[in-house]
């Protein structure tokens, strides 16, 4: 299944280039993330937040970073998170951006 890191800009989309398609907005510590994942694929280490701490990316890089295992062959590039009620539940709704 492919994991995939995604970075947050600063009107909260996700995307997994180094600037959001979206707004423009660059993520900072977008080069430290493709290091560690590049080393953690080389060394054959699963792609986790907890391994790119253990490989020195730097915390505050890290509040920006999440990692999503998706099923199969099914990967966004990236989107806009939604707060939607369900049921009496808050659920979060991934939302495609291009």
């Given at each position: 299944?492919?994991?995939?890191?995604?970075?947050?800009?600063?009107?909260?989309?996700?995307?997994?280039?180094?600037?959001?398609?979206i707004?423009?907005?660059?993520?900072?510590?977008?080069e430290?993330?493709?290091?560690?994942?590049?080393?953690l694929?080389?060394?054959?280490?699963?792609?986790?937040?907890?391994?790119?701490?253990?490989?020195?990316?730097?915390?505050?890089?890290?509040?920006?970073?999440?990692?999503?295992?998706?099923?199969?062959?099914?990967?966004?590039?990236?989107?806009?998170?939604?707060?939607?009620?369900?049921?009496?539940?808050?659920?979060?709704?991934?939302?495609?951006?291009?």
């Open positions: 299944m492919p994991r995939t890191v995604f970075f947050k800009c600063m009107d909260h989309h996700y995307f997994t280039s180094e600037d959001c398609p707004d423009g907005s660059r993520f900072k510590g977008h430290q993330v493709q290091q560690a994942v590049e080393r694929a080389r060394e054959g280490h699963s792609l986790t937040v907890d391994a790119m701490r253990m490989y020195g990316v730097p915390e505050e890089t890290l509040e920006g970073t999440i990692v999503i295992d998706f099923g199969g062959k099914a990967v966004l590039q990236s989107f806009i998170p939604q707060a939607r009620l369900a049921s009496g539940r808050l659920v979060i709704v991934l939302v495609p951006a291009l």
